[in-house]
């Protein structure tokens, strides 16, 4: 007599992490009896009927990951709907990410959107945790006939959860990324209604932790970068925000764009032309828009200068600009390696500036003095103080001062020198006050605080662009020549002579000069 076949039940029975969901037939299906799977309980995903296949998803890093979770929490009580063959108990696995960022309650097709999050515990044998959860009871809702075509990877929130953040026609966001995002683009995502950001990839918990609260979090489920596909795969993400290192945003960007998202890409996408081109191309092909974070254009003052300077003509022809960025704080130095170093982090943004106020996609010539007077910097074959001069094809001379030397507050001055007269962009602050010679800042300005209504400008642009209200503002050649100028001043400094950039055919595949 042979051995009785294992039925899901057993398998249930025999592993706690498990249990059999049963779906409901479709309409006009007769009097078929509903169909049941095996599911985990913990992470929301159904699971082939085979022992292997069963204790290589128990031994996943996925699966670990959110027993460890369940441990901080709170036991969260479940009282199963008919489409569960059994009532559950979501103690240890019963939560779907990382602590303390994702929420609790999972319905038939993912987690719950609870928003909100209440008081945290922190013992002092224990890991610092930021939320917990008080026992609730939530019925688990049958899942419609309609998702059943779906991927199964895919959690489907509850749609009057998402629209309680969202709201009515709100956008699904993905972030990708946190540790070279700017605080002024993840205040922008705190602080529109328009839109609400669904999942965060991110290895580094501790850097999400940083990036955004947890009350905002309650609502938003945070990934490690391997389950990216299940971003991708979730039809209620409208758009993706990249800002990982541009040596790994291209291809972030690109199987985004293939997903049909919408993209904004804080940092540069790649400093390999190639690869850049190919992101906007891909852009262009699958009809979804591809935003660049020049942030800079988004700036209220500096676009009523650019108004002024190109629209009216108030000053005639341009002879001269300058300008000067200090930033403050000093950016790190892992962040400046991974992010280009000044001259891809900072100088890329004034030349693009400089750009769209002469109307000229380059100079002639261009040549770049630098000096690194932190010994860190000069480790990394790179400065933290540079001066660029260019000459454009209309005489225009322009100069770019850029520091990550600034004691007190960030200093952002622009100047343009006209036939018919001067416009400046000073320094801003709530005071309207201007310093000289003292000992204590008056008021001190962070670069994310003088830049933050450009920042929100920005994001704001990149939301009306998903909802096909316009194109995106910065074009791929806008973008590219931006990017090989700033690699010619790389190399001028590098060099030490300058570089001749006329009848420049950009046909240089990698763009970024190589640190040896």
Known sequence: MGRRKKTLHDYAAEFSELAVKRQRPERGGGGEAAAESLWCSSCQLPLRVRRDRILEHLASGRHYRNRRLARQRAPLLLSAGPDISLPLQLDAPSLLAQPP??????????PSLLPGAVGSTTAPDQAPST???TALRVRIAPAPAERSSRSPAVPQARDGAVLGRCGAGGLGLALFGTELGDNALFQSLVEENGCCLLYIVEDQLHEVERAFSAEFLAGTRVLRQQDTDIVLNDQRVSGVIVCSPPEEASEVVIDALRAGKGVFCERLPSFDRQTAETCFDEANRCGRPLVCGFYKRF??????LCK?????????RIHRIATTSSVYPAASLGFLKTSGGIFYNA?????DIVSLLLGESAPDTIFSLGHAFCADMACLKDVDTVAVSMKFPSGAIVTLDISQHCTKSCDQRLEVHGSQGTLRVDNQNPLGITEHGTSVSICTQTQADRYREAHRGLFRHFLRTLK???PPAITKEQFLWAVQVAAAAEQSWRNGSAVDLRNEAMD???V???IM
């Not at 960022?101 to 993912?110: F, I, K, N």
């Not at 700036?299 to 009523?304: G, N, T, Y």
């Open 101 to 110: 960022l994702v929420l609790a309650a999972t319905t038939a097709g993912g």
């Open 131 to 133: 939320s917990a959860f």
């Open 299 to 304: 700036d209220p003052a500096l676009q009523f």
């Open 308 to 316: 002024k300077v190109r629209g009216c003509q108030a000053l005639g």
């Open 347 to 351: 100088a890329v943004h004034d030349i």
């Open 468 to 470: 096909g209200k316009e």
């Open 508 to 510: 240089s595949a990698v």
């Open 512 to 514: 970024k000069t190589e």
